[in-house]
């Protein structure tokens, strides 16, 4: 099994500024690592696939790069609705694993 | 739009069993692979199980394989998990979630999920 981890555990970081969220894999996934981002109360929701690409309306301050086993998502001007936790999930192999989760607080 | 709605979560007893339902519309049902993710109180998500578009390849997490099982009727647009021999760490929110192509764990929409409850 693929064991996926994020660093770091909670981010504090004040609006407007950028945010770089880090997602590891133990074995090269190559470019099939997805993002989510998951809000209290609500499901989880897509923001980045194949490493990179944005999923259908995710604005573009969101952006995701990386391949094999080192991965980051940057969040390049922080607002209000982006304080959440970050989900990456490896879907090169079954079990789809995921990270343990990012959570970005408001500094 | 895609909708998928969970149903069917409740509380159980220690070794009982439950079956959830997700009903889906807006997209082409049988095009889809399947996925069931879970996510215990407090804690992080942890997929569960997945069936491919048409039915022929299921898998599943260690942590329920031989207690779970994965179906899906595509005439009626509709997913199931049969959970069995349930224990209290399986308490938890579980999400229906569709991907893009027909074999993937990739989830590109999640349903709201229903919650189990294992206690006695």
């Known amino acids: 099994e693929i064991v996926m981890t994020q660093s770091p555990a909670t981010l504090s970081v004040s609006p407007g500024e950028r945010a770089t969220l880090s997602c590891r894999a133990s074995?090269?996934?190559?470019?099939?690592l997805a993002w989510y981002q998951q809000k209290p109360g609500q499901a989880p929701r897509l923001l980045i696939y194949?490493?990179?690409t944005r999923a259908t309306g995710i604005p573009a301050r969101f952006s995701g790069s990386g391949s094999g086993t080192e991965f980051t998502l940057t969040i390049s001007s922080l607002q209000s609705e982006d304080f959440a936790v970050y989900y990456c999930?490896?879907?090169?192999?079954?079990?789809?694993?995921f990270g343990q989760g990012t959570k970005l607080e408001i500094k | 739009d895609v909708q998928l709605l969970e149903s069917g979560g409740d509380l159980v007893q220690p070794g009982g069993s439950l079956r959830l339902s997700c009903a889906a519309s807006?997209?082409?049902?049988?095009?889809?692979?399947m996925s069931w993710v879970r996510q215990g109180p407090g804690k992080g998500l942890e997929w569960v199980s997945s069936?491919?578009?048409?039915?022929?390849?299921?898998f599943y997490a260690d942590s329920v394989k031989g207690r779970f099982t994965i179906s899906r009727d595509n005439s009626k647009n509709s997913l199931f998990l049969q959970m069995n021999s349930l224990r209290a760490e399986d308490t938890a929110v579980y999400y229906c979630?569709?991907?893009?192509?027909?074999?993937?764990?990739?989830?590109?929409?999640w349903g709201q999920g229903t919650l189990v409850t294992v206690s006695s």
């Open positions: 979630a569709k991907g893009p192509n027909s074999r993937t764990v990739l989830c590109d929409s």
């Open positions: 807006g997209f082409t049902f049988s095009s889809s692979a």
């Open positions: 069936i491919t578009g048409s039915g022929a390849s299921t």
């Open positions: 074995q090269s996934v190559g470019s099939n």
């Open positions: 194949g490493a990179s």
């Open positions: 999930q490896q879907y090169n192999a079954w079990p789809g694993t």
